[in-house]
């Protein structure tokens, strides 16, 4: 495991990790990742969500009630359901993104794949990520686990994630690149 000097993506590792043994013994990794995922589409699709998690100001119980609403209506179940209303009750809501990451890398690292973390300035059609997924498999030497998640702040191009290498080819950073350079001219 990849030790952080972040106090918050330790707690999200071990938990992520406590998560992944138990899915194992229960033969449920899949099940759990597609549940993480859902979890976390709703958390990125939502602000109120997101203070929830976030805010200090919700009490523990106010948060354990509100997600054991929200994973029922949902329809997360068994582990990953009951994972997420322990997080709650153990007051580690603020550490659920950093610990659906942990999870994703885990499982990836596990089904032998290595795992790359996609930013795109639009959303990428099947044939673009299949064109990608095939790119960074020649570069790892293995398959690849691509999450994509869009951020039009960019304008254009990627930013590519994987282990401890960034590839930044957005249009956003060549344009601030730009901007530095005439400035150090002028």
Same mark, same amino acid.
């Given at each position: 495991? #990849?030790?952080?000097?972040? !106090?918050?993506?330790?707690?999200?590792?071990?938990?992520?990790?406590?998560?992944?043994?138990?899915?194992?013994?229960?033969?449920?990794?899949?099940?759990? $990742?597609? *549940?993480?995922?859902?979890?976390?589409?709703?958390?990125?699709?939502?602000?109120?969500?997101?203070?929830?998690?976030?805010? !200090?100001?919700?009490?523990? *119980? *106010?948060?354990?009630?509100?997600?054991?609403?929200?994973?029922?209506? #949902?329809?997360?179940?068994?582990?990953?359901?009951?994972?997420?209303?322990?997080?709650?009750?153990?007051?580690?809501?603020?550490?659920? !993104?950093?610990?659906?990451?942990?999870?994703?890398?885990?499982?990836?690292?596990?089904?032998?794949?290595?795992?790359? $973390?996609?930013?795109?300035?639009?959303?990428?059609?099947?044939?673009?990520?299949?064109?990608?997924?095939?790119?960074?498999?020649?570069?790892?030497? =293995?398959?690849?686990?691509?999450?994509?998640?869009?951020?039009?702040?960019?304008?254009?191009?990627?930013?590519?994630?994987?282990?401890?290498?960034?590839?930044?080819?957005?249009?956003?950073? =060549?344009?601030?690149?730009?901007?530095?350079?005439?400035? $150090?001219?002028?």
């Amino acid at each position: 495991m #990849a030790q952080s000097s972040s !106090p918050i993506s330790a707690v999200a590792e071990r938990y992520a990790g406590s998560l992944f043994e138990l899915a194992q013994q229960a033969n449920s990794v899949a099940k759990v $990742e597609a *549940d993480l995922n859902s979890f976390g589409a709703m958390l990125d699709g939502s602000a109120d969500l997101a203070r929830l998690i976030n805010s !200090p100001v919700f009490t523990s *119980d *106010d948060q354990a009630r509100a997600i054991a609403a929200i994973v029922d209506k #949902a329809g997360i179940t068994g582990l990953t359901g009951n994972f997420l209303r322990v997080v709650a009750r153990n007051r580690r809501l603020f550490a659920v !993104p950093g610990m659906i990451k942990a999870f994703r890398r885990i499982a990836a690292e596990h089904r032998g794949e290595a795992a790359a $973390e996609v930013t795109s300035a639009h959303e990428l059609t099947a044939a673009q990520q299949t064109e990608l997924k095939a790119a960074l498999k020649s570069v790892a030497g =293995k398959d690849v686990a691509v999450t994509v998640t869009v951020d039009p702040s960019l304008l254009g191009g990627l930013v590519v994630k994987m282990g401890s290498r960034q590839i930044d080819t957005s249009l956003k950073t =060549k344009l601030n690149s730009l901007k530095l350079a005439l400035k $150090e001219v002028g």
